[in-house]
C-alpha cells in the first residue's frame, strides 16, 4: 500500500496484537498469568487450574475444574491409525520431530473447520488435544524406548496420568511417588505460557490463516525445538554434561561463550525480554535444590550450573549484556532427576506449553485478528532482462 514500512528483525520492537492472556515485565522480571502472579500460582496452584484459567480467563471452581478433567479424560485416547506414522519413524528420530508430526496426524480426527464453528465446538477440540497430548507425549518416548504404547487411566490426576503413560511397564507396578508428580506440576506451570515467544507468535500466524488448531500446535512444536528457544533446555545439560566432562572446567566455556569468532552460547543464559532475573529460573532453581534432596539424588551436574551461574554474574560480558539464567538453565536438573531422557526435555516443554498456546491461539480467533503478514525492505537485484542458458 506503499505506507511506511519499518525494519524490525526478531520483532524486538513490534508488537504483534493485544493480548489479556499473560504479562510481563521483563525489568522487574514479573511474570503474571491472567492477572496471578506466577509465584503464587506455582506454590498454590495445579497443572489444570492453571490451563483453565489461561485459556478461559478464570481460575475453575471445582466443579467447573471436575468437568473440565472429566471431559479431558474421555479423550485420552488416540486412533490406532496415528501409530503408523509413529511406526514410520527410527527409533533414532529427535522426540520433537515425532510429537510435530503425530500432532498433524490428529487433524485427520478433528477437521480444522470444527474448531471455531461454535464456542461449544471450540471447547471439544481444546479438551480433545488436552487429552490426546500427554498421550503422544508418553508414544514419543515409549518408540524411543522401543517399549510397548500407552494409554490413559480416567483413575489418575492429569500429571499423575503423564508419569504413568511415560513410564509404567507391562511385567511390573508402576509405583507414583508424589514428590515426583509434584515437580513435574510445578514445572508445567512454570512453561504454561510466556506471552509472544517465537512459538507462541508461530501459533498464532499459522492459525491467522484459519489452518486448524492440531496443526497450529504442531508448528508451535517445530518452533520451540530449536536450541535458541525450547530446545536450549537440552543444550543446557549436553553443555553442562562436556564441562563435567572437561573436569568441570568452566572458566574454558565462560570464554568461548565471549568468544565473537565462537558461535558457542552459554545455553540457558540471556533472554529477550528478562533483562535482569527469569522469575520461573529463581523457583527452578530453589525446587532443583528441594527435588534432588528430597529424591536423595546428588547430581554433580546441579554443582557445575551454580558454579557457572555464579562465575557469569560476576562476569562483565555477561552483566553488562544484562544475561542472567532463563527458565531452560536450571528445569534440565529436574527432567533428569525425574528420569526423563535428556532429548525428550524440549517435549516436556510442549506439553507444559500447550495450554498457552491453546488460549493464544483462541484468543487470536476469538479477536478476529487478520492474517499475519509482515511485509519486507527489498535489497535485491533490479529489473534484468531473462538471458537464455545457451548465453549464460
Ligand atoms: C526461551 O521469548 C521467550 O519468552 C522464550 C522463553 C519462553 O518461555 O517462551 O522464555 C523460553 O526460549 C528462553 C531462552 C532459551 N535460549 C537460550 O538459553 C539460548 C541462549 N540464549 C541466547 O541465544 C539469547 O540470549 C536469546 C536467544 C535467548 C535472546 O537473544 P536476543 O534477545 O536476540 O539477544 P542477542 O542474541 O541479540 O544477544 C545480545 C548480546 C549479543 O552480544 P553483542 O552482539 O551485543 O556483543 O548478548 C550476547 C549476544 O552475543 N548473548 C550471549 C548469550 N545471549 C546473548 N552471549 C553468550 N551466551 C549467551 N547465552
Avoid at 373 to 385: A, D, E, N, S, V
Wanted: charged share 25%; glycine share 8%.
Amino acid at each position: 500500500t506503499g505506507g511506511i514500512i519499518t525494519l524490525d528483525p526478531g520483532f524486538k520492537n513490534t508488537g504483534s496484537c493485544e493480548s489479556a492472556i499473560t504479562f510481563l515485565d521483563g525489568e522487574k522480571g514479573i511474570l503474571h498469568y491472567r492477572g496471578y502472579s506466577i509465584e503464587e500460582l506455582a506454590e498454590k496452584a495445579e497443572f489444570l487450574e492453571v490451563a483453565y484459567l489461561l485459556i478461559f480467563g478464570e481460575l475453575p471452581n471445582k466443579e467447573q475444574l471436575d468437568k473440565f478433567h472429566d471431559d479431558i479424560k474421555h479423550q485420552s485416547v488416540v486412533d490406532e491409525d496415528v501409530k503408523k506414522i509413529l511406526d514410520a519413524f527410527p527409533k533414532s528420530a529427535h522426540p520433537m520431530g515425532v510429537l510435530s508430526s503425530l500432532t498433524s496426524a490428529l487433524t485427520a480426527f478433528n477437521p480444522s473447520s470444527v474448531d471455531v464453528r461454535s464456542e461449544e465446538a471450540m471447547y471439544k477440540s481444546i479438551v480433545k488435544i488436552l487429552g490426546k497430548f500427554p498421550v503422544l507425549v508418553s508414544w514419543t518416548l515409549r518408540k524411543k524406548m522401543g517399549q510397548p504404547l500407552n494409554y490413559g487411566s480416567t483413575s489418575l490426576g492429569y500429571v499423575e496420568n503423564v508419569l504413568q503413560m511415560m513410564f509404567s511397564q507391562p511385567n511390573e507396578e508402576y509405583v507414583l511417588n508424589p514428590i515426583v508428580v509434584e515437580a513435574l506440576d510445578k514445572l508445567l506451570i512454570l512453561h504454561a505460557d510466556h506471552e509472544q515467544n517465537c512459538s507462541t507468535s508461530t501459533v498464532r500466524i499459522a492459525g491467522s490463516s484459519h489452518a486448524g488448531l492440531f496443526v497450529s500446535l504442531a508448528s508451535g512444536i517445530s518452533a520451540l525445538w530449536g536450541p535458541l528457544h525450547g530446545g536450549a533446555n537440552q543444550a543446557v545439560i549436553e553443555m553442562l554434561e562436556a564441562i563435567q566432562k572437561d573436569g568441570g572446567d568452566t572458566k574454558k566455556y565462560m570464554a568461548k561463550a565471549k568468544d565473537k569468532e565462537d558461535p558457542f552460547r552459554l545455553m540457558g543464559f540471556g533472554h529477550r525480554v528478562y533483562k535482569n532475573f527469569d522469575p520461573r529460573a529463581k523457583i527452578i532453581k530453589k525446587a532443583a535444590d528441594a527435588i534432588l534432596n528430597d529424591l536423595g539424588i546428588e547430581d554433580p551436574i546441579l554443582d557445575i550450573a551454580k558454579g557457572l551461574e555464579k562465575e557469569a554474574l560476576e562476569d562483565s560480558y555477561f552483566v553488562d549484556r544484562k544475561l542472567y539464567p532463563n527458565v531452560d538453565f536450571y528445569s534440565g536438573v529436574i527432567y533428569r532427576a525425574l528420569g526423563i531422557p535428556t532429548d525428550m526435555f524440549t517435549v516436556m516443554f510442549a506439553l507444559g506449553r500447550l495450554p498457552g498456546w491453546i488460549a493464544q491461539w483462541r484468543e487470536m480467533r476469538l479477536n478476529k485478528e487478520p492474517i499475519g503478514r509482515p511485509r519486507q525492505i527489498y535489497i535485491g537485484k533490479t529489473l534484468r532482462p531473462f538471458i537464455p542458458v545457451e548465453e549464460r
